[in-house]
């Protein structure tokens, strides 16, 4: 499910939530200014600090990505990739150049393009796992402010604290407001506790998790495009690519074994 990211963020929240009042607290009691200034303040600091404006900038935007991605379909990928080697078969290579332009996957394209041009297959398989690596690369570099975050947040938290509690230390002259500060001291944890664990690394893990699909889909295309550029019989690149796939989502029809894309290569 591409929203989640998010449901799981609002189960977490809302079960925090409930967990105060049925405490006997209020959420109005764990609203702290110096605490936030601290803690997410401070965390901001600090991340921008081990990362770059760039990538601050791009925090928004994963974010959304991280909850509204639609998942991928490997399936229709396959069945793209078998329409290309079932032509090229029939008419050969240079049959697909008026194709080439109207394919919507960049990744897809360059490597068509690379088979169509004539192009060495290492060389091909350099290109584009040079491609590739490149993409990992930029995922790796986008997912940082959130692991960094993640990190910091319970760290400052506790910095947040041991502050509060000096500040209480200093006043145990006045018995009557030790049990208030206390309690307001412990607020700087749970803010940096609770921001790391609920917005910071769950996003993190998501976009590792895409980038993952992602990675296994590339391959998959590498595999697709030099089987195509070796000619290769479009049942048995099917099958191939078949094994990228997850059980779960090949759809296989149990009658006969085979999925729809291996019956339309047949």
Same mark, same amino acid.
């Given at each position: 499910?591409?929203? +989640? &990211?998010? =449901?799981?963020?609002?189960?977490?929240?809302?079960?925090?939530?409930?967990?105060?009042?049925?405490?006997?607290?209020?959420?109005? %009691?764990?609203?702290?200014?110096?605490?936030?200034?601290?803690?997410?303040?401070? &965390?901001?600091?600090?991340?921008?600090?081990?990362?770059?404006?760039?990538?601050?900038?791009?925090?928004?935007?994963?974010?959304?990505?991280?909850?509204?991605?639609?998942?991928?379909?490997?399936?229709?990928?396959?069945?793209?990739?078998?329409? *290309?080697?079932?032509?090229? $078969?029939?008419?050969?290579?240079?049959?697909?150049? +008026?194709?080439?332009?109207?394919?919507?996957?960049? *990744?897809? !394209?360059?490597?068509?393009?690379?088979?169509?041009?004539?192009?060495?297959?290492?060389?091909?398989?350099?290109?584009?796992?040079?491609?590739?690596?490149?993409?990992? @690369?930029? @995922?790796?570099?986008?997912?940082?402010?959130?692991?960094?975050?993640?990190? *910091?947040?319970? &760290?400052?938290?506790?910095?947040? &604290?041991? +502050?509060?509690?000096? @500040?209480?230390?200093?006043?145990?002259?006045?018995?009557?407001?030790?049990?208030? %500060?206390?309690?307001?001291?412990?607020?700087?944890?749970?803010?940096? =506790?609770?921001?790391?664990?609920?917005?910071?690394?769950?996003?993190?893990? $998501?976009?590792?998790?895409?980038?993952? @699909?992602?990675?296994?889909?590339?391959?998959?295309?590498?595999?697709?495009?030099? +089987?195509?550029?070796?000619?290769?019989?479009?049942?048995?690149?099917?099958?191939?690519?078949?094994? *990228?796939?997850?059980?779960?989502? !090949?759809?296989?029809?149990? %009658?006969?074994?085979?999925?729809?894309?291996?019956?339309?290569?047949?």
């Amino acid at each position: 499910m591409k929203a +989640a &990211t998010a =449901v799981g963020i609002a189960i977490a929240v809302i079960c925090m939530i409930m967990a105060i009042f049925i405490e006997g607290g209020s959420p109005l %009691s764990m609203i702290n200014i110096p605490a936030a200034l601290i803690v997410l303040g401070g &965390t901001l600091g600090v991340t921008l600090g081990s990362t770059s404006m760039e990538q601050m900038k791009a925090i928004p935007a994963l974010y959304k990505k991280s909850m509204s991605t639609e998942p991928i379909d490997y399936r229709a990928e396959i069945d793209r990739i078998v329409a *290309f080697a079932e032509k090229a $078969r029939r008419e050969g290579l240079l049959a697909l150049d +008026a194709e080439v332009g109207q394919i919507e996957d960049d *990744f897809l !394209r360059k490597g068509m393009q690379l088979v169509v041009d004539g192009t060495d297959p290492e060389l091909v398989r350099e290109i584009l796992e040079a491609d590739l690596e490149g993409m990992e @690369h930029r @995922h790796r570099e986008a997912v940082q402010p959130f692991v960094q975050a993640g990190g *910091f947040g319970p &760290t400052l938290g506790v910095l947040g &604290t041991v +502050a509060s509690l000096v @500040h209480v230390l200093e006043n145990l002259d006045k018995p009557e407001t030790l049990g208030h %500060s206390i309690a307001g001291a412990f607020i700087a944890t749970l803010y940096g =506790v609770g921001s790391a664990n609920v917005f910071y690394y769950p996003v993190a893990n $998501r976009l590792k998790l895409l980038s993952g @699909h992602e990675v296994l889909l590339k391959n998959m295309v590498i595999e697709g495009v030099l +089987a195509i550029q070796a000619g290769e019989n479009p049942r048995i690149i099917a099958d191939r690519l078949m094994t *990228f796939v997850p059980p779960a989502e !090949r759809g296989e029809d149990k %009658s006969s074994g085979d999925g729809p894309a291996l019956a339309e290569a047949a």
